[in-house]
């Protein structure tokens, strides 16, 4: 019997190749020791899909893992973690998307649904509460997300029925093809979508009608409405219900941190038709939220006219904006939600498909490739058409150059060759996002720092983004200040990045939302969780308790990735970034160079500075000790 | 008092359906909300439903809300100071005539009990509308 409250207790298995659903009851170690969400998948990817298992073989794992705080009181509790190994990168793999399916998954009563195994035909996975099949997918196969998610809807006749699908991209064996989670959120990165098409997996689909219990309901209630009430008498709240992730695109270009024409600037002339007031005045219908955010960041947009009108989609993020907008010299509003749209509807991850068609415009402006290489288009920097083709070529993977591109940059550039690997920007082969280091020497850091390659997301060092020096007395005191606070100091930017890194792991592993309070905001921190959990699930969970977890599981996912040869040569910047000073903006003059605080960073985390793993001591106090073993440390 | 609903105000976070779920049943438990949120697509609009309270204007004068009226054993009576017509769970025998007799469709039947609920005003303090971050849901006096 299941000890803890918070979790509805049980797992679900499902192995496509034999077509047997069984149900586990949840380990109370792995509550007790990974929590849920995020460490429950690092978990089980570590004990069953080892260097031996290719991220698209019948054996790989593909996790779909709620946390104990997921679809509860606490503000945007409805966060859902994708694991596994990924394709794109070939280490250590996650995604997370907001929406309504982890909670739905939790009153239907699992926690987790595991899939193994390959299915001899497409398949889908039905599940109502405690009845799960797997059906016949055939007639879905080849649909888009959003057929497929109408088609389940009709089917069951149900237009509550929440699912995670894959598009043709997935299918078609684009590596940075993402999951669809209704409604259209995504959980974009890693190419996990891949691994789902790879098992011939088209969609799940979850109807819960149950409850979740907690352990001190009185308790629980009062943390979380006060909870609520804090987020919402911060300062910024107002601002990031209002315009979501897009409110910070002419912030991040006047820092010189908008990447522009595939990171040879970090400001977009043009800015203005990108920025959040452009979106709103142009197709702003309503604001839109996830199961219980307050916040309310999506948005629904619609095109009334022009060449692409009636396009309609929620949260056009501020990623999206950038990939396929400045990153490609793109200032036409209309064109960037078009092919955010394609992507969607594709399901492929916006930031890799985008910095794809960067690479290569800049590829052909550095005439490295020619029309005899690019199938015949002309890749000219912000041409609206190529922009729109090349998405709809990678996605269906049409020809030679499409199909390349669809494998990632890393990839595309070492099949290129003629000096192309200068002009791909990732880290261990995940495209980088977003952010430049050198306009924010902390994101340097968090991008080769990651466990999943090139992310913003795993440290998320939103303190020193724009610089928020009350949020930064506020976590972690005045001895930090200015520095924490400045993007170009690099002063005790380590010890930031190992912190978001840690407490990340915790709120992906728990169920809540990155954007909501934890990161942006900086409301919810450490003891806020900790006393949360306590109260949801019964666990005991001093702050220092929690604080091992959440750098246990880091070091977990680090070690995974050692096992697959990552090492501290891996966890570098592009040449660009480590030698052509940035022109623009805050950051006009700047490179960044992490090796000095990569050393501080090591220390910081009890990591080896020659090798970048984490030591035999560091792995005994957390107790890893199979880690130590499989190391050979 | 009686809820107040702005429609064009909802962001379907479904706040209120957990909140309210939470104050009756000490669980998260959506399917037993008292309020319900209605999506014409998954992008909204949304329409959160909430009991009317039928009649509650004039219950002091012998009017009946349609659920009290069709209850067989007066299990459904008027609570002259939240002005809501509140369920007497000993009262209720499930036989699910109220449900019927509601022409807004908001009695909660729950089959595991077999009894009925619906929507008491949180004995005065609606936690919907307490909770709700958009404004959607507020509080009149009459």
Redesign the interface.
Same mark, same amino acid.
């Given at each position: 019997m299941f000890p803890y409250k918070g979790y509805a207790g049980r797992w679900l298995h499902v192995n496509l190749t034999t077509g047997s659903v069984t149900s586990h009851p949840y380990d109370p170690a792995l509550a007790e020791g990974y929590l849920g969400g995020n460490g429950f998948g690092t978990r089980l990817l570590w004990d069953h899909v080892g260097p031996e298992v290719a991220p698209l073989a019948p054996e790989s794992l593909l996790i779909f893992s709620t946390g104990p705080l997921c679809g509860t009181l606490v503000p945007n509790p409805g966060r859902m973690e994708v694991i596994g190994k990924s394709p794109l990168t070939g280490i250590y793999g996650d995604s997370n998307a907001g929406g309504f399916l982890g909670p739905e998954l939790k009153f239907a009563g699992w926690d987790a649904v595991v899939v193994t195994g390959r299915s001899d035909r497409p398949a889908y996975l039905a599940i109502r509460d405690g009845r799960v099949e797997i059906h016949d997918a055939r007639e879905l196969w080849g649909l888009t997300t959003s057929e497929t998610e109408k088609a389940i809807r009709d089917l069951w006749d149900d237009a509550a029925v929440k699912t995670a699908v894959i598009g043709p991209a997935a299918e078609n064996g684009v590596l940075f093809s993402g999951i669809q989670i209704t409604p259209q959120r995504s959980a974009a990165r890693c190419g996990l979508g891949t691994v789902m098409g790879s098992k011939r997996l088209k969609a799940l689909a979850v109807r819960g009608h149950g409850a979740i219990q907690v352990a001190d309901p009185d308790r629980f209630h009062e943390i979380s409405a006060d909870f609520h009430r804090r987020l919402r008498a911060n300062p910024i709240f107002e601002a990031v219900s209002a315009h979501g992730t897009p409110g910070i695109v002419s912030m991040m270009d006047a820092l010189g941190r908008f990447p522009t024409k595939n990171f040879q600037m970090g400001s977009f002339p043009q800015v203005d038709a990108l920025d959040a007031e452009a979106l709103e005045a142009r197709a702003f219908v309503r604001h839109l939220a996830c199961f219980g955010c307050p916040v309310a960041c999506d948005k629904l947009y619609t095109l009334a006219d022009g060449p692409f009108a009636g396009t309609s989609l929620r949260s056009v993020e501020y990623e999206t904006l950038n990939a396929m907008g400045a990153a490609v010299w793109n200032a036409d509003l209309d064109t960037v939600l078009a092919a955010n749209r394609l992507c969607d509807e594709m399901g492929m991850d916006t930031i890799s498909a985008g910095r794809a068609i960067s690479f290569a415009m800049e590829l052909w402006e550095q005439e490295i490739i020619n029309l005899d290489d690019t199938g015949g288009l002309r890749l000219d920097w912000g041409d609206q058409d190529v922009i729109l083709t090349l998405l709809e070529r990678m996605a269906r993977r049409e020809d030679d150059f499409a199909a390349l591109l669809s494998q990632g940059v890393r990839r595309a550039a070492e099949a290129i060759g003629r000096g192309a690997e200068a002009y791909a920007m990732h880290v261990k082969g995940m495209a980088i996002a977003a952010q430049d280091g050198r306009a924010q020497k902390s994101m340097g850091l968090a991008h080769v720092t990651s466990n999943r390659g090139a992310d913003h997301l795993k440290a998320f060092p939103t303190i020193d983004e724009t610089g928020y020096p009350d949020e930064a007395h506020r976590r972690y005191g005045e001895a930090y200040l200015p520095e924490m606070a400045q993007p170009l100091a690099t002063k005790h930017k380590p010890f930031l990045v190992k912190d978001g890194e840690d407490f990340g792991a915790v709120v992906d592993s728990v169920g809540v939302c990155k954007s909501g309070g934890t990161f942006v905001l900086a409301e919810i921190y450490w003891s806020d969780i900790a006393a949360a959990l306590e109260a949801a699930t019964g666990i005991p969970m001093p702050v220092e308790r929690l604080k091992w977890i959440g750098e246990r599981i880091y070091n977990l996912q680090r070690c995974y990735n050692a096992l697959h040869g990552i090492t501290r040569k891996d966890d570098r910047l592009p040449r660009r970034f480590r030698e052509e000073p940035s022109p623009s903006g805050n950051a006009r003059g700047e490179t960044i160079d992490t090796e000095a605080m990569l050393d501080e960073y090591y220390a910081l985390r009890g990591w080896s500075q020659e090798t970048g793993w984490p030591t035999r001591e560091k792995l005994q106090e957390l107790g890893l000790d199979d880690a130590i073993e499989a190391l050979d440390l | 008092m009686q809820l107040r609903i702005d429609r064009e105000k909802c962001?379907?976070?479904?706040?209120c359906t957990?909140?309210c +779920?939470?104050h009756h049943?000490?669980?998260?438990?959506? @399917?037993?909300a008292r309020i319900r949120i209605e999506?014409e697509t @998954?992008?909204?609009?949304f329409s959160p439903q909430v009991c009317r309270q039928c009649n509650a204007r004039r219950a002091s004068d012998g009017a009946m809300a349609p659920c009290a009226e069709a209850c067989p054993t007066e299990a459904i009576g008027f609570d002259q100071i939240t002005e809501a017509w509140v369920i007497d769970v000993e009262l209720c025998t499930g036989c699910r005539a109220c449900e019927e007799a509601c022409p807004f469709d908001m009695i909660v039947f729950d089959e595991g009990r077999g009894l009925a609920f619906k929507c008491n005003l949180c004995g005065g303090e609606p936690t919907c509308a307490a909770?709700c971050? +958009?404004g959607a849901i507020e509080i009149r006096n009459r």
């Open positions: - | 962001c379907g976070c479904l706040i957990t909140y +779920s939470f049943e000490r669980a998260i438990w959506p @399917d037993l999506a @998954d992008c909204g609009p909770m971050p +958009s």
